[in-house]
C-alpha cells in the first residue's frame, strides 16, 4: 500500500488555502484558523484523513499544505512500516521547532501510532496536544469545536459526498492474528458496521453523485453482521452504486 506525504518547501509560497462554505466568518468555531493533515500508511488511513479534513472544514478552518502555515497540525499515522515510528518522529521534530518559533499552536497524533504503546512517549517527549487511536478519531470533533460525537459510525459524523469515487469503511480491525502482520494490534479485534448503515451511507453517496464506491476493511471477506455474509453485502452494494470495489481481502 503506498505512503502519501508532501514535502515542505519555502516560506515565500503563498498558502493553499480550502475553505469550507458555510456561515459567515465568527459564527463557527474555526473560523480564521488554519490547519494541516498529513498522511501516512494504507487506505483505511486515507479514508480516516479524509473524514478528519470534513471535522476541521465542518468546524471552519481553512486547510493548508504546509506545516508553517498551520494553526493546528494532525499526524494521521502508520505503523504498520518498520520504520513508521522514525519517520514520525522526524516530523514532531520539524513541528516543536516550529512550536518554539511561534509558528504553529497545536499538534494532534492520530492513527495506528496512536493505538501503540508509543504514542504516550512521543506525547510527553513532543508536547502533543491530542492523541487519538483508530477507534475514537471522531473525538476530534470536539477537539476542533464540534457537537461531541459518540462513536465511530454514527450517521452525522462527516464524510465525503459530491465525489466521483469514495470509501466506505464496513469493518474495522482483524482476527486472524498473523505472525507477520502488526495491524490486529493496533487496530484491534475485527467489528463489523451494520448492513443498514453502510447502505444508508452508499445511498447517500450516489444521490450526492457518487459513481464508483469501494468498501474498504482489513479483511473485507471476513465481514459478518445479523447471519449476513460479505457476499450478501456486496450483492445489496452492487444493486445501488454503479461500480463497486473492495480492499483488502484476507489471501486465504
Not at 91 to 111: C, D, Q, S
Not at 151 to 168: D, K, Q
Not at 216 to 241: I, M
Request: net charge neutral.
Amino acid at each position: 500500500m503506498s505512503e502519501t506525504s508532501t514535502t515542505p518547501v519555502r516560506l515565500t509560497r503563498k498558502p493553499e488555502r480550502r475553505t469550507p462554505p458555510g456561515p459567515a466568518t465568527g459564527t463557527v468555531p474555526g473560523s480564521g484558523k488554519t490547519a494541516c493533515i498529513r498522511t501516512f500508511g494504507c487506505q483505511m488511513n486515507v479514508h480516516d484523513s479524509d473524514r478528519m479534513r470534513r471535522m476541521i472544514l465542518d468546524a471552519g478552518y481553512a486547510e493548508v499544505t504546509r506545516y508553517e502555515d498551520a494553526d493546528l497540525v494532525i499526524l494521521n499515522t502508520c505503523y504498520v512500516r518498520e520504520n513508521a515510528v522514525d519517520r514520525v518522529r522526524g516530523h514532531l521534530g520539524e513541528l516543536t521547532r516550529l512550536r518554539r518559533e511561534g509558528r504553529l499552536k497545536k499538534v494532534a497524533l492520530t492513527g495506528c501510532i496512536g493505538a501503540a504503546e508509543e504514542s504516550e512517549t512521543l506525547r510527553h517527549q513532543f508536547g502533543i496536544d491530542l492523541v487519538l487511536g483508530t477507534h475514537n478519531t471522531y473525538e476530534l470533533a470536539e477537539f476542533v469545536g464540534l457537537p461531541t460525537m459518540e462513536e465511530t459510525y454514527t450517521p452525522e459524523l462527516p464524510g465525503t459526498g459530491g465525489e466521483h469515487s469514495a470509501f466506505v469503511t464496513i469493518m474495522t480491525g482483524c482476527n486472524y492474528g498473523c505472525s507477520y502482520c502488526v495491524v490486529p494490534m493496533v487496530r484491534g479485534r475485527m467489528v463489523c458496521r451494520s448492513k443498514e448503515s453502510i447502505l444508508s451511507e452508499v445511498d447517500r453517496l450516489v444521490e450526492g453523485g457518487t459513481g464508483y464506491v469501494t468498501l474498504l476493511g482489513q479483511t473485507v471477506d471476513a465481514w459478518r453482521r445479523d447471519g449476513e455474509r460479505f457476499c450478501d453485502l456486496l450483492e445489496a452494494v452492487a444493486e445501488r452504486a454503479p461500480r463497486v470495489s473492495f480492499t483488502t481481502s484476507h489471501p486465504s
